[in-house]
C-alpha cells in the first residue's frame, strides 16, 4: 500500500462513481482511522469520462418480447431531410424500429465491437477516432463517417512519410542551423512550434481530442511548407516538424508513431525520444500583420517590423495604397495604434 498508494490517475464512468469510488474511498478512510494506511485519499486524480452513444434498434415479438438488433445488421430508412424515421433488419427485410440514441450496452445490442474495426482500419485509426471526436469527459455520439475520416489523415501521414524518406532525408546535410531562416520556412516552424506548446497543455489536462486535433494543424502546415530553393534548411524545418508530429501522435496513434519513427530515420525507439518542448526561438516572430481600418471599416492589413514604434507603423499605415484610396487624400484627424492587432485611420 505504501508503494502504490495513491493511484496518480483514477478513470471510469459516471456509473462507477457510487460504486468503484465511493467504496474504494470510504475503506481507505476505514483503514486510515484503524492505522493500516498513512493516506487520506486513494486516488491522485479523477477523470469521468463520457459515454459511447449509438443507435438502437428494435422489434415488439409476438410474444410481448422485445428483440434488439445491432446497428451493423440494419439498414437505416431516412427522410428528405436525412432523419431517421425507421429501418429495416437486413437478415429479413422486415421493419425494425428506432429506439433514438442510447449509452452502448449489451442489453440494448447496440455496440461496435472493436474486432471489427481493427480489421477494417487498424487499431490506430479507432484510437484517433475516438480520442478526436469528443473531449474525455463528454458524451460522444458513435459515427462510422468519423471514423473514415481519422482512417484518411492517418494515410496522409503515411504519405507524407513516404514523401520524406524520397524526398526530405536526402536533402539533409548535417550541421544545418535553424537559425536566419527565410521568412516562408520560419512561419512553418513557428506554427509547427505554436501549436505544439498548446498540444502540450491540452495533454496535461487531459483534452486529447485536441491533442490529436493539434497533430493535424501541425501535418496541414508540414504540407503548406514552401518548396522552392533553401533545400538543405527546408529538409531541417521539415524533419524536425515532422518528428514533433509523430511523438504527438505517439500517445493517440503508438503502432504508426513507433514504425514510422524508425523507418524515416528519426531513431530506433520513439518511446525513448520523450515529449517534444517548443523552441522559444522559433516563436518569435520577424514581422507582425495588422488590420488596417479607415474611420472603424476594414480596409487591409499591413506588414510590419515586429519592433516597430508607433510612429513606424503610423507612417506606414498612412503611406499605404488601400488606405490612400479611402481616404482620398484627407488629413487625417486622428490615427489609433493598437500593438499587435490593428491600425485604424479617422478621417
Do not use: C
Request: proline share 5%.
Amino acid at each position: 500500500a505504501q508503494h502504490w498508494l495513491p493511484v496518480d490517475q483514477y478513470i471510469g464512468g459516471i456509473e462507477h462513481a457510487i460504486l468503484h469510488l465511493l467504496y474504494s474511498r470510504f475503506w481507505t478512510k476505514v483503514m486510515r482511522d484503524l492505522g493500516l494506511v498513512t493516506l487520506d485519499e486513494p486516488f491522485a486524480r479523477l477523470l469521468t469520462q463520457g459515454m459511447v452513444l449509438n443507435h438502437i434498434w428494435f422489434r415488439k415479438t409476438g410474444a410481448g418480447r422485445i428483440q434488439y438488433f445491432n446497428p451493423a445488421d440494419v439498414d437505416a430508412v431516412t427522410d428528405a431531410k436525412g432523419a431517421i424515421v425507421g429501418g429495416v433488419a437486413k437478415s429479413d427485410g422486415q421493419p425494425v424500429e428506432s429506439g433514438g440514441l442510447g449509452t452502448m450496452s449489451k442489453s440494448k445490442n447496440n455496440g461496435v465491437d472493436p474486432q471489427a474495426l481493427i480489421e477494417k482500419y487498424g487499431a490506430d485509426t479507432a484510437r484517433f477516432f475516438m480520442m478526436f471526436t469528443s473531449p474525455p469527459e463528454q458524451t460522444l455520439e458513435w459515427s462510422d463517417a468519423g471514423v473514415d475520416g481519422a482512417a484518411r489523415f492517418l494515410r496522409r501521414v503515411y504519405a507524407f512519410a513516404v514523401r520524406h524518406d524520397a524526398e526530405v532525408r536526402p536533402a539533409r546535410v548535417p550541421g544545418t542551423s535553424l537559425a536566419g531562416l527565410p521568412p516562408a520556412l520560419a512561419a512553418t516552424r513557428r506554427e509547427v512550434h505554436a501549436t505544439l506548446g498548446q498540444a502540450s497543455y491540452d495533454l496535461e489536462r487531459h483534452q486529447f481530442n485536441t491533442v490529436a486535433s493539434a497533430a493535424m494543424k501541425i501535418l496541414n502546415a508540414l504540407e503548406r511548407a514552401p518548396t522552392d530553393g533553401h533545400a538543405a534548411q527546408r529538409a531541417e524545418v521539415l524533419t524536425e516538424g515532422f518528428g514533433i508530429l509523430l511523438r504527438v501522435l505517439h500517445p493517440i496513434t503508438p503502432h504508426l508513431a513507433w514504425w514510422l519513427w524508425r523507418e524515416t530515420g528519426l531513431g530506433d525507439d520513439i518511446e525513448q525520444a520523450g515529449w517534444p518542448q517548443p523552441d522559444p526561438a522559433a516563436l518569435v516572430r520577424d514581422e507582425i500583420e495588422l488590420v488596417v481600418q479607415v474611420n472603424g471599416k476594414l480596409r487591409g492589413s499591413l506588414r510590419v517590423a515586429a519592433g516597430a514604434d508607433l510612429a513606424a507603423i503610423e507612417a506606414a499605415a498612412l503611406a499605404d495604397e488601400g488606405v490612400q484610396r479611402h481616404t482620398a487624400g484627407a488629413t487625417p484627424k486622428k490615427v489609433i495604434v493598437v500593438p499587435g492587432k490593428l491600425v485604424n485611420i479617422v478621417v
